[in-house]
């Protein structure tokens, strides 16, 4: 960890500062400590002797006064370089979160244990980052430490010179460490393995009830079978029946043992507390001449002994959490070796780059597969061959693995048997982000980002995703001009805000009123119909075939006119075709209509595999699956 914020230079300098002023914090209770122990030595000397040195005396009273000041000073020094640090470093792993999250593939992603590690690493901790914990609680450690052992080592050697001086120190002590000792925790270690169990058939069954209630999952059930009135009289009685300790939760249990032994231990420390007092008036009823000494004496111990309280506080609170702290950093840099499924190729793609404008070919080896946690296989066998610079239409039943042949072509997912080959070459050898650059794919369950309408269109091309002329450009080839234009903000209009207005409970027309006095604008979400969405999405995978410089070869579709109407998905189709030029174009649909007949190659998939290949005119002229599909579909039209 100090390896990788090391290379941080705010943070660097920061954390120096953070060191000087958190040394220097720690020495001076020590130093004033012997200040005020010079101060009791020289009025041992005025009682015993009836000399004072005044200049002495001065120089003492000064620098006690001055470690009072250089105390506050840094304590406010340490309070101004605080939440710069915690800012910094909250920063340099914001960014090393968005790097190791934004890095992983689909099927990594999606993985419940990735997901359970991406979650623990980048939690909150107790102040918004587990690295920032980590660094807060050696920094406390090395205070509290720092602050025991030097004010140990001068209070010995204060109350070594004064009658009785050790053991008022010890019995004063004492009290305040058995104060603070973390009686919970010695009944339950944190450290060691234990476990909290119930065998109580009405308090699981309570719980069982209380989730059917509260649970959105059950709503239906609850309200079709008129459950309500039964379940709130079964869960009355199981409540009645186990008492006043129903609703207890295992935290309250282990609550009740602590504070019943924090009583007992009050038996103890009270009359402790008495001690150094019965001391000291033993001894000053032995020496009255020494009660003014004495009670200076007393008074340094007890309120040493109060600071040593609060360091061991500090210490054990340290001790406990700087384990979980460290161990989150483990976690957190941990995510740095999660590996993607999907491993990255070797080689260049492709070798000419004017080539791939005449398109890409794809070719399909009995590739079969299989989603992760799925029983069923998504395709079984798959083999077939498209050409450069064709059209290819794949169709069929919903769920017939059409979709599934298009992720596979773009590297979402890896087959687990056969083989791919684009251009010739395994698509596992080929540079993943080459791969991508070459393709352009517009999924059915398009995803408009959080962003402004201008930067969705843009991350079409990530490399020139600030390029207005092209995003504008690109609005135009794929329509979403018109819509853009129909829009207070236009390219920059969030269709849904990312950053929300945070203000005081207030009515709506309030809120509406004041707003408008700001002059600051809704923050509410713009609607927009699925054509307009859809426009969008297009006017995105246009962006990406504008480069000049690398230059698009292949165009995969998934169910582009699922949600359109006819109109709009004519529509589509006629700007799909402005958009193909020589490429390789892959659609998958269910429909069967224009964009079939002009196919080069048809795919008719059923069950996971492909049943037909072919042109319109000889799946047609065959007479098979797709014929018969086909003539459903036409029936509604004469």
């Known amino acids: ?23 220097i914090r720690s020495l001076l209770p020590a130093l004033s400590l012997w200040f005020t122990g010079q101060l009791l030595t ?29 105390l506050q000073v840094f304590n406010l020094l340490e309070a ?14 914001s ?28 939690s909150g901790g107790r102040r918004s980052s587990v690295a920032w914990d980590a660094i807060y609680s050696i920094f406390g450690g090395f205070v509290s430490i720092t602050s025991l052992v030097t004010r140990t080592f001068v209070l010995v050697r204060v109350v070594r010179g004064q009658p009785d001086g050790p053991l008022l120190a010890l019995v004063a002590c004492i009290p305040h460490f058995i104060q603070v000792w973390p009686i919970r925790d010695s009944l339950f270690p944190g450290g060691a393995a234990w476990i909290m169990t119930t065998f109580n058939s009405d308090y699981i069954k309570m719980e069982g009830i209380k989730q059917v209630v509260q649970s959105s999952l059950y709503r239906k059930e609850v309200v079709a079978g008129g459950m309500w009135q039964h379940l709130l009289a079964e869960y009355t009685n199981r409540l009645m029946k186990l008492g006043d300790h129903a609703l207890d939760t295992p935290s309250d249990i282990l609550d009740r043992s602590a504070a019943f032994v924090q009583r007992l231990s009050g038996f103890l420390i009270e009359p402790l507390h008495e001690l150094p007092q019965i001391i000291f008036t033993l001894r000053t009823a032995e020496r009255p001449a020494t009660i003014p000494t004495s009670i200076a004496s007393l008074n340094l111990i007890s309120s ?23 161990s989150n950093i483990r976690q957190l840099y941990e995510v740095e070796n999660i590996r993607n499924q999907v491993e990255d190729g070797a080689l260049p793609y492709p070798e000419d780059q004017a080539k791939i404008r005449y398109g890409i070919s794809v070719e399909f080896k009995n590739v079969s597969f299989r989603y992760p946690d799925a029983a069923d296989f998504a395709l079984k066998g798959v083999s077939f061959s498209i050409g450069q610079g064709q059209l290819c239409v794949i169709v069929g039943r919903n769920g017939s693995g059409k979709s599934t042949i298009l992720k596979l072509i773009a590297r979402i997912y890896d087959p687990l048997e056969g083989t791919i080959l684009i251009d010739g070459k395994d698509i596992k050898t080929l540079k993943l982000d080459d791969l991508r650059r070459a393709t352009a794919v517009l999924f059915q369950d398009y995803t408009h980002f959080p962003l402004s309408i201008g930067d969705n269109i843009g991350l079409g091309d990530p490399e020139h995703w600030n390029d207005m002329a092209r995003i504008e450009e690109a609005a135009r080839l794929g329509g979403a001009d018109e819509v853009v234009a129909r829009l207070p903000d236009g390219f920059d209009t969030y269709l849904d805000s990312s ?21 600051l604008k809704s923050t509410e979400s713009s609607n927009l119909s699925g054509g307009q969405i859809q426009r969008i999405a297009l006017s995105r995978t246009f962006m990406r075939s504008l480069s000049p410089e690398k230059p698009v070869g292949l165009l995969l579709f998934d169910e582009p006119s699922a949600s359109l109407d006819p109109v709009a998905e004519h529509d589509l189709f006629e700007r799909l075709r402005h958009l193909r030029g020589d490429k390789t174009m892959i659609f998958s649909s269910h429909r069967f209509g224009n964009l079939t007949r002009h196919a080069d190659l048809i795919l008719y998939m059923d069950n996971s595999v492909v049943v037909e290949e072919g042109t319109h005119a000889e799946l047609v002229a065959s007479g098979g699956e797709y014929a018969k599909i086909w003539n459903i579909q036409a029936q509604a039209f004469i």
């Open 80 to 93: 101004q370089i605080r939440p710069i640090l915690g800012n910094c470093i909250r920063r340099h792993y």
């Open 95 to 122: 960014v090393y979160m968005f790097r190791e999250t934004a890095r992983l593939d689909v099927p990594t992603f999606n993985d419940s244990v990735v997901q359970d590690r991406l979650q623990k690493a980048a």
């Open 1 to 23: 960890m100090l390896k990788d914020i090391g290379t941080n230079a705010s943070v660097v300098r920061c954390l120096i500062g953070m060191a000087v002023t958190s040394l």
């Open 42 to 70: 020289i009025a041992q000397l005025a009682v015993d002797e009836r000399r004072v040195d005044r200049d002495h005396l001065f120089k003492i009273a000064a620098g006690r006064l001055a470690c009072s000041l250089a």
């Open 304 to 326: 040493t002994a109060a600071q040593f309280t609060s360091d061991f506080r500090g210490l054990t609170y340290t001790v406990r959490s700087v384990s979980k702290d460290l």
């Open 499 to 519: 950053a929300h207005d945070t203000y005081c409970y207030m009515p709506a027309e309030t809120l509406s009123r004041l707003r408008k006095a700001g002059g």
